[in-house]
């Protein structure tokens, strides 16, 4: 069961990723934000492309939803940490890193 302390450790050990402030979240980017923590540490938004949001959730509807709106359609997806081991969170954390990292440093690190 992962929490929002392994979601911090595990961001912030991708290469290039910083944490800042993100209104009542802290969000964690490269050159974009590719996840943000809710304050209580139970869930973050991770940004997935549609197909991997599609499969994500649909593999792990329990773990994964899309968030609301006009966000959920451009691939943005609320993970239930408790819902995830710390592996399946490293996994999902590392496809959202991807889409954020420039594509000359796509390296884990």
Not at 20 to 40: E, S
């Amino acid at each position: 069961m992962a929490n929002g302390k392994d979601l911090h450790r595990i961001a912030l050990s991708f290469d290039g990723t910083t944490e800042a402030p993100h209104f009542d979240r802290a969000a964690f980017k490269v050159a974009r934000i590719y996840a943000t923590l809710a304050a209580d540490g139970r869930t973050a938004n991770l940004k997935f492309s549609p197909d991997e949001q599609e499969f994500k959730c649909m593999l792990a509807p329990e773990a994964f939803a899309p968030v609301g709106g006009a966000w959920g359609k451009q691939g943005w997806t609320t993970a239930t940490l408790s819902a995830l081991s710390v592996a399946e969170l490293r996994d999902a954390l590392e496809t959202a890193w991807r889409h954020a990292v420039p594509k000359k440093r796509a390296r884990r690190r």
